[in-house]
């Protein structure tokens, strides 16, 4: 009876072992979002952390030329392509709202964001980027329809003037924005020429839409007296 008494107890001892291993793994897991590793960088990662894409788009693009590797940077990349909007609130397609990440990884969306226009043009430049040091083509070629519907944005929020809108319904354009816009434009066409998934015989757009930009930006924006 002893020994049958030292069996069973010895048996929930490792179950209980197994389940507490399991846990702790689960949590330590969890705690390695692929949002939070990248977010740890430029925020003290609490409980509950607010995140903007954002932010984090140029934290890593001007993290990326000192890095070695780049796991952590694919990860959050293929974190954005999952998270984007079909549509958002607004009946936009290719966005991405802000969100509220706990420690434990438990994800939930703000439905809001600060900008479409630079969120978008800061992803594009950060991606280009992260493919021209890292060598991944895989990235582009699987997900070029969301790239695409990503720098689509840029398009769309695009004025009669020239200018880019920071978010649909609203009329507010700023310089920075703009120029940022410039910069994804600039990113998404190199991206173009190195994938041809990328094309879409779009060839002659999204040039156009970066020209009429650039005129904007210098026509409207530049303040001769000041400058």
Known sequence: KMYILSVFVRKRSV???LILSLSSLLVFSC???PVLKVAKTVIDIKEANYIVPYF???SLLNELPKKKNYKDTRNY???????LNYPDKHGMTGTIYDFYITKSGLETPVEKYDSVDSYSASFLMMLNEYTKLSGDKSIVK???KKILDIVYTLAFLQDSDGLTTAKPNHKEKYLMDNCEVYGGLTAYLE?????????????EYYPRVRKNIKDAINSILFNEINN
Do not use: G, P, T
């Open 77 to 83: 990349i293929l974190w954005v392509f999952d998270n």
């Open 142 to 144: 699987e997900n070029s």
């Open 56 to 58: 984090l788009n140029l």
């Open 31 to 33: 705690s390695q979002h």
């Open 15 to 17: 179950k209980l072992l």
């Open 191 to 203: 991206l173009a020429e190195r994938y041809s998934e990328l094309e879409q015989n779009q060839k």
